[in-house]
T-cell receptor, first 112, second 110 residues
Framework: KAGVTQTPRYLIKTRGQQVTLSCSPI?????VSWYQQTPGQGLQFLFE???????NKGNFPGRFSGRQFSNSRSEMNVSTLELGDSALYLCASRISGDTEAFFGQGTRLTVV | GESVGLHLPTLSVQEGDNSIINCAYS??????FIWYKQESGKGPQFIIDIRSNMDKRQGQRVTVLLNKTVKHLSLQIAATQPGDSAVYFC?????????FGTGTRLLVSP
């Protein structure tokens, strides 16, 4: 059974640009969550989608957005990138809420 | 507010020792907890979980203990091996999200 797949693995972007990250959950998993991991803030929740609906959103500015498609794949977008957006972005999939969450390898975003 | 904290940022043990990693949580209404292991360059890997109707749960070489009275969670690793070296996170189930602790780095020396 394939795990959670995130693409790309690494990205370097310039301040002011935008970026789109992709996540393919485990087959059959309908819940996809996104987290930002930095050395200073640790793992912070961004948002969660279930059946194409955002059910919860973390405390991040509106520059951070996401969506989920009918096949449960999800994308997150960050517009007007700032240096502080440099982080490891992790995607987690679950069958539904309140069950085991499985993480992908993450996308390492560097903003220069 | 929500918070899940860890008592020790780094734990150093000898190979073969038992390791205990602790975690405090603040939301007494939480009913689901997970421990993750994260190796360098990888995403968090699920280790074991426990629900609030249990005090203890065992896996392969790992045991999670939950003390709801003092809102404390611990992960015990038996016969620690060099491959166990990683950062360990506890996580608390919030509303459709996980609230993570700051993490403990486990260093296993031969």
């Amino acid at each position: 059974k394939a795990g959670v797949t995130q693409t790309p693995r690494y990205l370097i972007k310039t301040r002011g640009q935008q970026v789109t990250l992709s996540c393919s959950p485990i087959s059959g998993h309908r819940s996809v969550s996104w987290y930002q991991q930095t050395p200073g803030q640790g793992l912070q929740f961004l948002f969660e989608y279930f059946s194409e609906t955002q059910r919860n959103k973390g405390n991040f500015p509106g520059r951070f957005s996401g969506r989920q498609f009918s096949n449960s794949r999800s994308e997150m977008n960050v517009s007007t990138l700032e240096l502080g957006d440099s982080a490891l972005y992790l995607c987690a999939s679950r069958i539904s809420g309140d069950t085991e969450a499985f993480f992908g390898q993450g996308t390492r975003l560097t903003v220069v | 507010g929500e918070s899940v904290g860890l008592h020790l940022p780094t734990l150093s043990v000898q190979e073969g020792d038992n390791s205990i990693i602790n975690c405090a949580y603040s939301n007494s209404a939480s009913d689901y907890f997970i421990w993750y292991k994260q190796e360098s360059g990888k995403g968090p890997q699920f280790i074991i979980d426990i629900r609030s109707n249990m005090d203890k749960r065992q896996g392969q070489r790992v045991t999670v203990l939950l003390n709801k009275t003092v809102k404390h969670l611990s992960l015990q690793i038996a016969a620690t091996q060099p491959g166990d070296s990683a950062v360990y996170f506890c996580a608390e189930e919030g509303f459709q999200k996980l609230v993570f602790g700051t993490g403990t780095r486990l260093l296993v020396s031969p």
